[in-house]
């Protein structure tokens, strides 16, 4: 690093320290003396580079679905009921988190390829942010999910992403966790498709991470024999009705004991299906399991991810 560099990482580590209190910058600076920040900044950039192999199979995604990861088999529709009812086809743009993080959408709004706004009525300056919607996790949110919530030691222990879309889920799964089976569910056959050209592109072992195309509610054996389910909301791609019988389908056939990852709380989702009560014994809410990783983390921005274990008794 130049001299300038130097003095610019100094200016940023000042600029936090001025913002803190004696009090708080005695346990930093004994972090910092007693050289143990050394094993964190380790652990720190081997997140990085764990975050830059997602981003390369993210690249590689995009060469192969369309610019808004909408498969042209699906149909997407806005939901009717919970906090993205106010969605429609006028106010709500498809991005997929995986493939462009906020930085990368920067730039697709530069380029003009994203919009950010949209009219209220026309030829006016009454305009509306669009609302930005991602049927994939974040690479980050998936990074939090594997180092942060879930037990480090999976084991003996088979995953399943339920919807497992692009396979974002499973190759981060793959990656960051020592998970033994590690699967995916999908309806869509396109989608099942991209992942097994992604699984085969990066020479996955396929005796540990496997995509299934089916209706998850047709395979009730590899739901009964899974440990840890991800979960990332179905809103917009099924109806009321459906919802609910998936999740009385996941109420039969999950194991007692195992772990459910959601990125909206349990109350909520059930909640504005009006089914809350009948599952409330069901579920029982989950500190994070690696908290000491939580320092790699702007915590806040994950405040919408719930780790919940299944409680058949
Ligand atoms: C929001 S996306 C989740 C993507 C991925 N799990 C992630 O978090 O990056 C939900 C996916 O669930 C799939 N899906 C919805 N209902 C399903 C069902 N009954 N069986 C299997 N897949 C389903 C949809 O096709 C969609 O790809």
Not at 288 to 301: A, G, H, K, T, W
Request: charged share 30%; with cysteine.
């Amino acid at each position: 690093m130049s001299e300038d560099g130097i003095i610019s990482a100094k200016c940023k580590m000042l600029e936090i320290f001025s913002k803190l209190d004696d009090s708080d910058l005695e346990p930093i600076e004994k972090w910092i003396c007693s050289q143990s920040y050394k094993k964190d900044l380790e652990n720190k950039k081997a997140l990085r580079s764990s975050e830059n192999l997602l981003k390369k199979i993210g690249d590689s995604i995009k060469k192969i679905v369309p610019f808004e990861a909408v498969m042209p088999t699906e149909t997407i529709i806005p939901p009717v009921v919970g906090d993205q009812a106010d969605c429609n086809k006028y106010n709500t743009c498809h991005v997929d988190e995986f493939l462009y993080d906020e930085d990368q959408v920067e730039v697709l709004v530069k380029k003009g390829k994203v919009k950010k706004y949209y009219c209220l009525d026309c030829n006016s300056r009454n305009i509306e942010k669009l609302t930005f919607i991602s049927h994939s996790m974040s690479r980050q949110t998936l990074q939090y999910i594997f180092r942060v919530l879930l037990p480090k030691d999976l084991e003996d222990k088979q995953l399943l992403d339920i919807g497992s879309r692009l396979g974002t889920v499973l190759y981060a799964a793959y990656y960051l966790t020592n998970a033994s089976k590690i699967v995916g569910i999908e309806m869509n056959k396109e989608c099942c498709e991209v992942q097994e050209k992604i699984i085969n592109q990066y020479s996955m072992d396929i005796d540990r991470i496997k995509v299934i195309h089916s209706d998850v509610m047709d395979r009730p054996d590899v739901v009964e024999c899974s440990d840890v389910f991800i979960i990332n909301v179905f809103d917009f791609f099924v109806d009321v009705e459906k919802h609910k019988e998936l999740w009385y389908f996941f109420k039969t056939h999950f194991k007692n004991g195992s772990y459910l990852v959601v990125n909206r709380s349990m109350a909520e989702t059930l909640g504005s299906l009006d089914m809350f009560e009948e599952f409330m014994d069901w579920l029982i809410i989950c500190k994070p399991y690696q908290l000491e990783n939580e320092i790699y983390f702007d915590v806040e921005d994950f405040s919408e991810l719930y780790l919940y274990t299944i409680n058949k008794k």
